[in-house]
């Protein structure tokens, strides 16, 4: 991968030729230097030319040095990327609605959610004004994806207005947009305050010491006045009301409850769990399809209100989301301490509008730079032979270091596994003595056998 090298006289110079092309969001951007962009290439340890994903719809292959160009654009440092990179692995995964969010006349953006120790480690803020700006890396990390869907999935915004000057086609025909569309709902779990509400990737399967993001397409929010509701059932039913009124309640789709920490404690304190906060909100929001009909709401996009009632449809039910389960109905513990405004998020009601990733990053105690650094001759020679090396860390301060086959790969160049191990085991301990980590490889094959254990 060999990204166009351009010329710029200064800072300016670089803003104005960037607004000219329809290269940015309308905002200043920071010029992505060839070190700026290999510096994000270590953080995540990839190359330039490994492909992340396949935007299917558009045809675009999405390599990983087109991702951290937009990044640096976006104002991220070096260790944010991990996060953008499992963003963008899980909004091009089959089935994740991308295409909406990138296409239709209604106002869908994205929204994610992150958890685990990488929200401390590389400083996001889970505490006030947690949606909104202040934070660098809540903030850059958001920008970043949004950068990415329009120079690297062309989703150019515009429709109606006359023809932009850059000359590229408008392909996001968002009638009306909305502001979470220059950065997204930046979502970050308090995990700590609250440990009886368990955080949402333990709940989703993942270890506590994961670091996951959970992506959404989303479609807009309503927030809430809960000052007045002194037990966790008033709390309920007045939740209930709001989110009801809406119009929102789906089949099929989910719902995100942000919850803040003056009402967790309200739970917490009376022995609420998680769970039982998304039964009573699943149970008190069910309504059936008769019923959504006769007090006039629409039941999809694009139909009527008050359709008349057909048979079946009192045995057909719509909720808050689509069941009470974890990956269904996301309550998440986050925003300032001080109020009583819980948010409700809700999606285009359809199915397939989360997907969970984890997140590949090295632990500051993993010494990443001089790790990467220590590895870079090995990934040479792997890349002579068509042959991508892919770093992340397991949670438990294990390198998984997993070699790709490219379409080129040479089927016969690769040593036998122990023999490859131990050349890894060198050139770490020879780089950081002591503080070398336990290597876990994985060979093309086996992710084809289905396995990949450790040699």
Not at 342 to 351: D, E, I, K, M
């Amino acid at each position: 991968m060999d990204s166009a090298r351009i010329e710029a006289a200064d800072f300016d110079a670089v803003q104005d030729l960037f607004h000219s092309k329809g290269w940015t969001d309308g905002l200043p951007v920071v010029p992505p230097t060839p070190e700026r962009v290999a510096q994000f290439l270590v953080a995540a340890g990839l190359d330039a030319d490994y492909q992340l994903g396949f935007y299917e719809e558009r045809r675009i292959p999405v390599y990983a040095e087109k991702v951290a160009i937009n990044a640096v654009m976006a104002g991220c440092l070096p260790e944010y990327f991990p996060v953008v990179v499992a963003i963008i692995e899980a909004m091009l995964e089959p089935g994740f609605p991308i295409h909406v969010a990138n296409s239709s006349t209604g106002s869908f953006t994205l929204g994610f959610l992150v958890n685990g120790p990488i929200r401390n480690a590389i400083g996001m803020n889970c505490h006030g004004n947690m949606l909104g700006p202040g934070n660098r890396a809540n903030s850059s990390i958001g920008r970043a994806v949004r950068l990415i869907q329009l120079n690297v999935l062309g989703s150019i915004p515009g429709a109606g207005a006359p023809d932009p000057s850059h000359g590229r086609a408008v392909l996001d025909r968002s009638m009306m947009g909305q502001p979470a569309k220059y950065a997204g709902y930046h979502i970050v779990e308090n995990e700590e305050e609250f440990p009886s509400l368990t955080p949402t990737h333990v709940e989703l399967g993942f270890a506590p010491a994961d670091s996951t993001v959970t992506l959404f397409l989303i479609a807009g929010y309503h927030w809430t006045d809960c000052h007045g509701e002194q037990t966790p059932e008033e709390w309920i039913d007045t939740m209930a009301h709001y989110v009801i009124g809406t119009g929102k309640l789906t089949a099929a789709g989910f719902g995100i409850l942000l919850l803040p920490p003056e009402n967790a404690r309200l739970f917490a304190g009376a022995g609420w769990s998680k769970a039982d906060i998304r039964k009573a909100l699943f149970e008190k929001t069910r309504r059936s399809v008769a019923w959504v009909k006769q007090s006039g709401f629409k039941v999809r996009f694009h139909r009527p209100r008050c359709e008349p009632v057909e048979p079946g449809d009192e045995d057909k039910f719509v909720a808050m989301a689509a069941s009470p389960d974890p990956g269904s109905l996301f309550v998440v513990v986050g925003g300032g301490v001080a109020g009583s405004w819980p948010y409700y998020l809700y999606g285009a009601g359809g199915p397939g509008s989360a997907v969970k990733k984890k997140i590949r990053w090295q632990h500051a105690a993993a010494a990443p730079g001089p790790v990467v650094s220590a590895l870079e001759p090995l990934r040479e020679m792997l890349a002579a032979d068509d042959y991508q090396l892919a770093l992340s860390d397991d949670g438990a301060g294990v390198l998984v270091v997993e070699i790709k086959a490219g379409p080129e790969a040479c089927a016969d160049c690769l040593v036998p596994k122990p023999m490859m191990r131990g050349y890894f085991d060198k050139a770490l301990r020879d780089a950081v003595g002591a503080a070398a980590p336990e290597v876990r490889l994985i060979y093309p094959e086996d992710r084809r056998d289905g396995a990949s254990a450790a040699t």
